[in-house]
């Protein structure tokens, strides 16, 4: 492969597993692709300025370093606040995912979901509870779903290639 | 699992090297000189730190959609069948993070497929097979996406670790 035909698909499956522990761990992957080693770090470069790469960097497990207490906090926020509001919600520190989803009529009223981490239950409740102060009166129902049991946590795969294990 | 007992150099790096690591040709040699070690230094405690099972990997977080398409769903599985269906969902190539959440709705997953199409097709052969309610809930819009997490070092979160 030369640098011009190095696609994405093909830089998505050479490092999914993680960068090589060496010192020069982009020569190693560009010797992989058999492209250059600035062809590698010029896309990924540009992976991250166009947002398709969050950020490039150590995947801790929070569970290992005592963060135990994992919950899914979701709530039914007013539709013409919730944008704004969940941008806030973002921004607070414990706060490491923060989407916005739609409703299932019947089913499901919860719009704004905030993925909040905490060593203890209490710890975790007391986010939530930050959550909510914030929410004022655009909240109209909330909850919090903890995690009781990590049933299957793999990384994104590519067709035909084995799963990428994180430790869980 | 025994408790992780950190060095100072491996709590420097999990702080400034969950995101931004460096596109240089010697990225560990260039967060050495920033933390004033050697390279060497770097390697060996992010070893240590595989080893430990706090850092799975390094590499580049994807975004969502950035390969395929995906979506959020889950299921209301009554409690006497909640192994059964775990198993049954788990066993789709294009599922990760299946998770049991204490909730009616007590089952939640990730479907990551090729395109919308395939990724509506496997959850449309979960709602098949299981027989249950499903919810389908793909992302409409992301705020603050695993941009990295600020961990808490100070003794004080240790205690409220104990008394949990």
Request: aromatic fraction near 6%.
């Amino acid at each position: 492969m030369t640098d011009a035909h190095l696609t994405d698909q093909a830089l998505i499956a050479a490092t999914e597993g993680g960068l090589p522990l060496t010192a020069t761990p982009y020569a190693e992957i560009a010797t992989r692709l058999g492209v250059s080693e600035t062809a590698v770090t010029d896309r990924l470069r540009a992976m991250l300025a166009d947002g398709r790469i969050r950020r490039i960097g150590a995947v801790p497990n929070h569970y290992r370093l005592g963060y135990t207490a994992n919950g899914m906090t979701v709530w039914d926020v007013a539709d013409d606040r919730v944008m704004d509001l969940g941008a806030a919600v973002g921004q607070l520190p414990f706060v490491s995912h923060c989407y916005l989803r739609p409703r299932v009529p019947g089913l499901w009223s919860y719009t704004l979901f905030a993925m909040v981490h905490g060593r203890s239950r209490a710890e975790t409740d007391a986010h939530a509870a930050a959550i909510r102060a914030l929410l004022g009166d655009a909240l109209r129902a909330g909850e919090i779903l903890y995690s009781t049991r990590v049933l299957k946590k793999t990384g994104i795969r590519t067709a035909g290639r084995q799963p990428v294990k994180e430790t869980s | 699992m025994a408790p992780v007992d950190l060095s100072p150099l491996e709590k420097s790096l999990l702080d400034i090297a969950q995101r931004g690591f460096p596109l240089s040709p010697r990225p560990y040699a260039t967060l050495a000189r920033q933390l004033g070690t050697t390279e060497d230094a770097v390697l060996a405690a992010f070893r240590s730190l595989q080893t430990q099972g706090v850092v799975g990997r390094i590499g580049a977080v994807w975004a969502q959609g950035a390969v395929g398409s995906s979506c959020l769903a889950a299921l209301k599985v009554p409690p006497a069948r909640l192994d059964a269906v775990a198993a049954c969902v788990g066993a789709h190539p294009e599922v990760n993070h299946n998770y049991e959440r204490d909730h009616p709705w007590n089952l939640w997953f990730v479907v990551a497929a090729r395109d919308e199409a395939a990724r509506e097709a496997v959850l449309d052969s979960i709602a098949a097979e299981t027989g249950l309610p499903l919810l389908r809930l793909p992302m409409e819009h992301g705020h603050h996406l695993d941009l990295g997490f600020a961990i808490d070092w100070s003794p004080s979160a240790a205690i409220k670790e104990n008394r949990a």
